[in-house]
């Protein structure tokens, strides 16, 4: 999975709480991203990130903040948790610099009751 | 604004035999198109991509693509399947000024013994 990691892999949750998920990834890539997969939608882009603190939203972005502190570390947080939330999460990196390629992590599996 | 449609949910092809997983794009100027395949329970794993140059793609696992502009469409082929083919197949677009891939809603690919 390219080298990325993304924890937890499967959480249950339930409405109004706060969840964070964690994509880490060990190459310095520049380029981050966070999805979300769903029947009937394919993949969904929630934000990105170019670079350690410049973010931006995606298609979905609603209901969902991200950070990047660390290169290597891209984090999702929905800050009050929905059933509509519940979904599996990848993130994914690129390289950049033209090569414009995405690579996925495992995913996340996100239940919100 | 960019899209991807891929038209078939399902795919059902016998071993041995020539697949197609088809998909057609929209998108102003170029496009740079990708496919991924995703197992179960795993993250999208990137198939084969077309930038620019020949219009037919060689890819992993014996796949490919062939580009044809005049009817936009990137249908993703192999000579004889496999059981091991099966699995859930995106196509992808990006268009040349904007960072973000546009993800198709995805075709599962059943290849019967």
């Known amino acids: 999975d390219a080298g990325i990691t993304q924890s937890p892999r499967h959480k249950v949750t339930e409405t109004g709480t706060p969840v964070t998920l964690r994509c880490h990834q060990t190459?310095?890539?520049?380029?981050m991203y966070w999805y979300r997969q769903d029947p009937g939608h394919g993949l969904r882009l929630i934000h990105y990130?170019?670079?350690?603190?410049?973010?931006d939203k995606g298609e979905v972005s609603d209901g969902y903040s991200v950070s990047r502190s660390k290169t290597e570390d891209f984090l999702l947080t929905l800050e009050s948790a929905t059933s509509s939330q519940t979904s599996v999460y990848f993130c994914?990196?690129?390289?950049?610099?033209?090569?414009?390629?995405?690579?996925f992590g495992p995913g996340t599996r996100l239940t919100v009751l | 604004a960019q899209s991807v449609a891929q038209p078939e949910d399902q795919v059902n092809v016998a071993e041995g035999n020539p697949l197609t997983v088809k998909c057609t794009y929209s998108v102003s100027g170029n496009p740079y198109l990708f496919w991924y395949v995703q197992y179960p329970n795993r993250g999208l794993q990137f198939l084969l991509k077309y930038i620019t140059g020949d219009n037919l793609v060689k890819g992993s696992y014996g796949f490919e693509a062939e580009f044809n502009k005049s009817q936009t469409s990137f249908h993703l082929k192999k000579p004889s399947a496999l059981v091991s083919d099966s699995a859930l197949y995106f196509c992808?677009?990006?268009?040349?000024?904007?960072?973000?891939?546009?993800f198709g809603t995805g075709t599962r690919l059943q290849v019967f013994p």
């Open positions: 994914a990196i690129s390289v950049g610099g033209g090569d414009d390629t995405q690579y």
């Open positions: 990130s170019y670079g350690v603190k410049d973010t």
């Open positions: 190459e310095n890539h520049r380029y």
């Open positions: 992808a677009v990006r268009a040349v000024n904007t960072d973000k891939l546009i």
